[in-house]
């Protein structure tokens, strides 16, 4: 890069606004960041400066390759944090991308400018391991005019390097805490000077000089422009990355972190929605895969549609589960996926249900269904179809064992009438009145249950008004022979008390005290739902008011 920046003061007074959405984007500087983009630089995997020419590059790649076969070290050795051994089938590769001008341009923006003014190169400092001291070169630059954007770009630099080193350490160890806290400042610091850089002028003009050194008609001074209206996007997109992958391996405090660290960088609120927006994105499109899968096997087969519809849920809860990590509840991307997968799973429930008849499974799953719907349209649907499968349940199923399904034949019906209106008339005054007959549904094992009950507490109430009336006569005997005089209606009471023991017997079997576990009795017909709610409403028995005298 230019060892001075003569125009620093361009547009110096001038105030700074952050790069917003609307300004360009540079997309190839969006495909170049990410985890590992520092340490895949060609500068700092051969250690050279970024004024090398392509033959100082082929020749230092020799070199590595020379000192990795016969056992030299590394021409990287003891620069930063990681010093991986070089892959050179990556480095060829790198070496290609180099001839991409625009490649080659954000290689030389993201390492160490270099300064001819300085005594001892700072990049020498580095290959030493002696970052500090790097940093005291660098800061003193930030406080001269002709170096200060130098100094400031590459101590934004160097912090970033070491945010991600300190990133890739902390994923590779068991116990990475005190990492952690040293590549939080890291990130601290690395953002506080990329806010300097994006607010200063001479960097800018710093990477203008550079196109027009490198003269070639495929990089526009243009670009400078868009890789600055770019970077905070670019930058955060990186803590994104680390935010989704944390969330996706289930580190709910790690990527809660990265989002700290995001909402702390000072890079604004719309960058910061915008990088993790583009993140979710696969996650949304794997969720609208799910989808589209489970609906077109329920369509292809409605009788399997439960089992489509399981699936379903099962798969989308660690993908949702990432959205609420990521950008939170209440957030409008999040909410609108939760409510299409439950859409997409009513519409399952309702294929099924509609195709097989059974609600019961049907209703097991509107209830699985519930928790999704955020949105109160989604809800209101979900809710709606949930009491229609339940009014469907409790219309076909048996009222007194809630277990078989009711058969017509063994129905009950309930005559009501309702709604009864009086109007008067010449002739009198006029009623009018509606009529409904309520059908309870019955099974045959109820309707059989019920029939052997009633047959059995008439014969024993039979009995029993029998034998207590018997009782009473020989009772009436005896005290006529005894000369106690019982008159007719004596010996009635004693006939009457008879006949209604027997009919208590009956009702009290009818009302289920000896009913069979499991089946409500007979008489709980009257606590029917559609019954009750007629009887709330003033509705009462019979087909008919009763005729007034």
């Known amino acids: 890069m230019p060892s001075q920046v003569n125009d620093q003061s361009t547009n110096g007074n001038m105030e700074f606004r952050l790069p917003s959405a609307e300004d360009t984007v540079f997309q190839p500087l969006i495909n170049f960041v990410g985890l590992d983009f520092y340490q895949n630089n060609v500068f700092r995997v051969l250690g050279l400066p970024t004024s090398s020419t392509p033959q100082d590059i082929r020749k230092q790649l020799e070199k590595a390759k020379l000192m990795s076969k016969y056992g030299g070290g590394s021409v990287t050795a003891g620069l930063l944090l990681i ?64 170096e200060q954007d130098i100094g400031i770009h590459n101590l934004a630099i160097l912090h970033h390097v070491m945010a991600l080193d300190f990133e890739i350490l902390a994923s590779r160890m068991t116990e990475s805490g005190d990492i952690l806290k040293d590549c939080d400042t890291a990130w601290s610091k690395a953002y506080f000077y990329w806010n300097s850089v994006l607010k200063g002028e001479g960097v800018w003009s710093a990477l203008t000089n550079r196109i027009r050194e490198l003269n070639d008609h495929r990089l526009t001074t243009g670009i400078s422009r868009c890789i600055r209206s770019t970077l905070p996007f670019a930058l955060l997109s990186i803590n994104a990355k ?45 969720l609208q895969t799910l989808q589209e899968k489970a609906t077109d096997d329920v369509e292809a087969d409605y009788e399997k549609a439960d089992k489509c519809t399981r699936w379903l849920l099962q798969q989308v809860k660690p993908l949702l589960t990432i959205l609420d ?37 049907a209703l097991e799953l509107l209830e699985l269904i519930e928790p999704f719907p955020v949105g109160a349209a989604a809800r209101s649907q979900v809710i709606k179809n949930h009491n229609i499968i339940h009014d469907n349940i409790s219309g076909s199923l048996c009222w007194f064992c809630e277990k078989n399904k009711g058969e017509v034949e063994y129905s009950l019906e309930s005559k009501m009438h309702g709604e009864v209106k009086k109007t008067p008339t010449y002739e009198g005054v006029r009623i009018t009145w509606n009529k409904i007959t309520v059908t309870v549904p019955r099974c045959a094992n109820c309707s059989e249950v019920h029939s052997r009950q009633v047959t059995r507490s008439s014969l024993i109430g039979a009995g029993m008004g029998l034998v207590t009336g018997s009782a009473g006569i020989v009772i009436w005997n005896i005290n006529a022979w005894a000369g106690v005089s019982l008159d007719a209606l004596s010996g009635g009471v004693l006939w009457g008390g008879g006949g209604f023991l027997g009919g208590a017997f009956v009702g009290l079997m009818s009302s289920g005290s000896f009913s069979p576990e499991g089946i409500k009795p007979l008489s709980s017909n009257l606590e029917y739902p559609g019954i009750k709610e007629l009887q709330e409403q003033g509705w009462a028995f019979g087909e008919e008011p009763p005729s007034e005298e």
């Not at 989704?244 to 990527?255: K, M």
């Not at 950008?327 to 799973?345: C, E, F, H, Q, S």
């Open 83 to 146: 010093n991986d051994t070089p892959n050179f089938e990556t480095m060829h590769d790198l070496m290609h991308d180099l001839k991409d001008p625009e490649n080659r341009l954000l290689q030389e923006f993201f390492w160490f400018w270099s300064n001819p003014s300085e005594k001892n190169s700072s990049l020498d400092t580095l290959k030493q391991g002696d970052v500090s001291a790097a940093i005291k070169i660098w800061e003193k630059a930030s406080g001269e005019i002709n």
């Open 242 to 286: 680390l935010a989704v992958s944390a969330a996706t391996n289930g580190e709910s405090d790690n990527c809660a972190r990265q989002l700290g660290i995001m909402r702390k960088s000072g890079m604004g609120q719309e960058s910061i929605d915008e990088a993790l927006r583009n993140e979710i994105k696969p996650i949304l499109k794997h």
């Open 325 to 361: 990590l990521v950008i939170g509840k209440d957030n409008p991307t999040r909410d609108n996926a939760y409510d299409d997968v439950a859409l997409t799973a009513l519409t399952g429930a309702i294929n099924y249900g509609n195709k097989t008849n059974n609600w019961s499974e």
